[in-house]
């Protein structure tokens, strides 16, 4: 009970406010560096569709290979590993800049992983099952494609106010 004296209650602190740490924007670092290469190598079966074949210049020859999926659907999922690989990249560079809790950073190191990592899985599924993911659509893969995007899109709509938080939280310093 001495503990609940007026003397010894624990005070409530605002958690301390600083850059996020090297060991998080490191992480953000190595994620978007595999996100980057993932949408580097979604760009060969984009290639691959373009040709009709499979063709890997010096190596001759080639298989007449028709690859699944749809031009667009390629092309996104090179673009999605590439734009996510480097928006993770650039967070971890600007990182130290952020000024929030450790506990806020952690959720935009987290949020910005499932995303990134979400819209890639996505993008691959999708041309491979001839899919897009747009809707619901009971069992299938179309619904594992709107899942995984859905998931993606609540992980960004989490990071980036946090985010913006961190920035202007800096800004106003």
Wanted: aromatic content about 10%.
């Amino acid at each position: 009970m001495g503990a609940l004296r007026a003397g010894n209650i624990p005070r409530v602190t605002r958690a301390k406010l600083d850059g996020m740490s090297d060991r998080l924007r490191s992480l953000l670092l190595a994620h978007g560096g595999l996100l980057f290469l993932a949408g580097m190598l979604a760009g060969f079966p984009f290639a691959f569709h373009i040709l009709g074949r499979v063709e890997l210049w010096p190596i001759p020859g080639a298989l007449d290979i028709q690859m699944p999926g749809d031009y667009r659907g390629w092309r996104m999922a090179h673009l999605e590993g590439i734009l996510n690989g480097l928006l993770l990249m650039g967070v971890a560079a600007g990182g130290s800049l952020l000024r929030g809790s450790e506990r806020a950073n952690r959720w935009i190191v987290g949020s910005l992983i499932v995303c990134g990592w979400g819209n890639i899985v996505a993008s691959f599924i999708g041309p491979l099952t001839g899919v897009r993911g747009l809707s619901f659509t009971g069992l299938s893969w179309n619904s594992v494609v709107f899942l995984l995007f859905m998931i993606a899109i609540v992980a960004i709509f989490i990071a980036l106010p946090l985010i913006v938080r961190g920035a202007w939280a800096r800004y106003r310093e």
